[in-house]
């Protein structure tokens, strides 16, 4: 069954979820890149929420997020996850199981100096997923770092601001068919050196 999948799709199915991100950047009106990610607690409680994948490689799906917000406690909890691309204008679908690992500060740091001075002053002042009161509690702590670095050059990372990979140990792919008899195939490994195999879904 593998065969006939990698004769119509090949044998990467990384490269495939690059390919179809790239077709989708060109015609998806808004963040092409965004999954929503699924986590659960240690008690296995889920929950979910959209993400940016900031690097696709044969390593995995990288994000970046604060690791005290409720994704970043639940990953601690438990390092497994879901991510599922969906793009409405090519109609297709990416589902993705694995675990969750840690990327290196070089690589936070390294993405950090890309992001605006506004994303940078927010990902200081913003205690992600806490609690306030008033809106101008939020508004007078990007005031205090906007002038705390004011005559920064180089905002540094928060020692909080970490980056996170998705290691797939299954990618399923969806692609719409008339009526509701969509293609659907998923590849799956045993471990990160096990070769791929595919098998078709029923829709």
Not at 103 to 124: D, H, K, L, M, V
Not at 133 to 149: S, T
Not at 159 to 175: D, V
Request: proline share 5%; aromatic share 12%.
């Amino acid at each position: 069954m593998s065969q006939e999948i990698f004769k119509e799709f090949g044998h990467n199915p990384i490269e495939l979820c690059k390919d179809w991100l790239q077709e989708a950047t060109n015609s998806e009106i808004n963040d092409p890149e965004a999954v929503n990610l699924a986590t659960a607690d240690k008690n296995g409680r889920p929950s979910n929420r959209w993400v940016l994948i900031k690097e696709i490689t044969q390593k995995g799906f990288k994000f970046h997020t604060n690791e005290n917000s409720k994704k970043g406690r639940q990953i601690a909890e438990n390092p497994y996850a879901s991510i599922c691309f969906y793009w409405k204008s090519t109609r297709k679908q990416i589902r993705i199981e694995g675990r969750i690992e840690m990327a290196s500060s070089e690589e936070a740091n390294e993405y950090f100096q890309t992001r605006s001075i506004e994303r940078q002053i927010g990902a200081w002042a913003s205690k992600q997923s806490s609690p306030f009161e008033h809106w101008d509690e939020l508004e007078a702590a990007i005031e205090q770092y906007e002038d705390k670095f004011a005559d920064t050059n180089n905002i540094p990372r928060p020692p909080y601001w970490k980056g996170y990979r998705l290691i797939p140990e299954s990618i399923e792919f969806w692609i719409a068919h008339k009526d509701r008899l969509h293609k659907r195939f998923i590849y799956s490994r045993e471990n990160d050196t096990s070769p791929w195999t595919a098998t078709w879904l029923c829709p």
